[in-house]
């Protein structure tokens, strides 16, 4: 069983950057896509970004030009770069894997809270 752990959350003010990183248990397990997810209070849970193993990336519009996703695949590591963070990024973000093998897994972490505040 793939445990993912996030870290790097926290408060920023608004136009700040943070970074998050997540980390997965097994580096040796090939996650064909990692990506990141977050839910605000009151919201249903929404894509951020996401990246493919060659480095395929998919971003959400209100974080397009703001927001990089990248990842280590010998590492099993996938890293969210926010810049230019506005008080409506405020969510708790999940770190999100998935394994195409002849049994299809889906993966998800505990969660970080980032918090966009004066």
């Known amino acids: 069983q793939v445990q993912l752990v996030e870290s790097g959350g926290g408060l920023v003010q608004p136009g700040g950057s943070l970074r998050l990183s997540c980390a997965a248990s097994e580096s040796g397990f090939n996650l064909d896509v990692m990506g990141w997810y977050r839910q605000a209070p009151g919201k249903q849970r929404e894509l951020v970004a996401t990246?493919?193993?060659?480095?395929?990336?998919n971003y959400a519009e209100p974080v397009k030009g703001r927001f990089t996703i990248s990842r280590d695949n010998a590492k099993n590591t996938v890293h969210l770069q926010m810049n230019s963070l506005k008080p409506e990024d405020t969510a708790l973000y999940f770190c999100n894997a998935l394994y195409f093998g002849v049994v299809p897994r889906t993966y998800w972490g505990q969660g970080t809270q980032v918090t966009v505040s004066e």
């Open positions: 990246i493919t193993r060659v480095g395929n990336t």
